[in-house]
């Protein structure tokens, strides 16, 4: 159903940008995957999704952290693809200390990477899908662009922020075809999640098991990780021409935390 869509997915060697990247292939879109990794693995990634779904699949390696980069992302995608019809602004990264203790370099990079990219990108990407009157932009957000939790100042905000963005974003794009809304998962188990399991454990002197069952699935009733899966399957649909009328909006993807 997205047969001859051009899809760029930021953050996309790994974890969820990963499932998102695969999931559009499937329904037949072009995608460019995006993100950091061992070359050879990038090259394995980017040749089997194309392989499987029979769509042509390209790599750029544009760090999200800097403008200029992701106006190149765009344009190389423009004339290597075509203009983008489908923007995944999906990079992230985390980071965990109290504010006190929280270095100033890890706060401009996780609103570099998590907040202001969306914003160069949609704004190197929207026009043209103006222009032709059709268009789909998800921001991975998270649960925590909808509450909060202690230590993650950076992450907090710049996830609220993306919420913000989006609602701009529909509300200037509605009348030309094109929607933007935010995903927001709860816990999933990607590499993102995996170190800061291990990085607790340490701090509290558990076992990974341990916390994760005290603290990290204790915020979601469903009692288990959301999968890689699921997200992709929500972004996917907020593709689709079903979704036409769905702009705005923030969609909890977080087996029921964000209900408490
Ligand atoms: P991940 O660490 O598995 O993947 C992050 C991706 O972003 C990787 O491909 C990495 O190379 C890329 N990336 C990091 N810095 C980059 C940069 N400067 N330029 C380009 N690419 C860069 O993490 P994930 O868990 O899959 O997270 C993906 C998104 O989902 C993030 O925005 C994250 O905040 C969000 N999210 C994750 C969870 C979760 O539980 N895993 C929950 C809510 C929201």
């Known amino acids: 159903e997205l047969e001859g869509r051009v899809a760029i997915v930021t953050g996309s060697t790994s974890g969820i940008g990963l499932g998102v990247a695969e999931a559009l292939a499937a329904r037949g879109a072009a995608v460019v995957l995006n993100g950091f990794g061992d070359a050879a693995a990038v090259?394995?990634?980017?040749?089997?999704?194309?392989?499987?779904?029979?769509?042509?699949?390209?790599?750029?390696?544009a760090d999200m952290s800097?403008?200029?980069?992701?106006?190149?992302?765009?344009?190389?995608?423009?004339?290597?693809?075509?203009?983008?019809?489908?923007?995944?602004?999906?990079?992230?990264?985390?980071?965990?200390?109290?504010?006190?203790?929280?270095?100033?370099?890890?706060?401009d990079?996780?609103?570099?990477?998590?907040l202001s990219a969306a914003f160069h990108a949609t704004r190197a990407?929207?026009?043209?899908?103006?222009?032709?009157?059709?268009?789909?932009?998800?921001?991975?957000?998270?649960a925590h662009g909808l509450i909060a939790s202690p230590f993650k100042s950076a992450y907090v905000a710049a996830k609220h922020g993306v919420i913000g963005l989006t609602k701009v974003t529909a509300l200037e794009?509605?009348?030309?075809?094109?929607?933007?809304?935010?995903?927001?998962?709860?816990?999933?188990?990607?590499?993102?999640?995996?170190?800061q399991v291990a990085a607790q454990a340490r701090a509290h002197?558990?076992?990974?098991k341990e916390v994760i069952r005290t603290v990290f699935l204790a915020e979601q009733p469903t009692r288990r990780f959301a999968t890689i899966e699921e997200i992709a399957a929500t972004v996917a649909f907020l593709c689709s021409d079903g979704a036409a009328s769905i702009t705005g909006v923030a969609l909890p993807v977080d087996g029921g935390w964000t209900a408490h």
């Not at 990079?109 to 998590?114: G, K, Y």
């Open 125 to 142: 990407a929207l026009g043209a899908m103006k222009e032709r009157g059709w268009g789909r932009i998800v921001n991975v957000a998270s």
């Open 173 to 195: 794009a509605a009348e030309h075809g094109v929607t933007c809304n935010a995903v927001c998962p709860g816990y999933v188990w990607t590499p993102l999640v995996a170190g």
């Open 43 to 61: 090259e394995d990634t980017t040749r089997r999704i194309s392989d499987a779904h029979a769509v042509p699949v390209r790599y750029d390696g």
């Open 205 to 208: 002197g558990l076992s990974e």
């Open 109 to 114: 990079a996780i609103t570099a990477i998590n």
């Open 66 to 107: 800097d403008p200029a980069q992701i106006e190149a992302l765009v344009e190389r995608t423009r004339r290597a693809f075509g203009p983008t019809d489908i923007l995944v602004n999906n990079a992230g990264i985390q980071h965990v200390a109290p504010i006190e203790e929280f270095p100033p370099e890890k706060w």
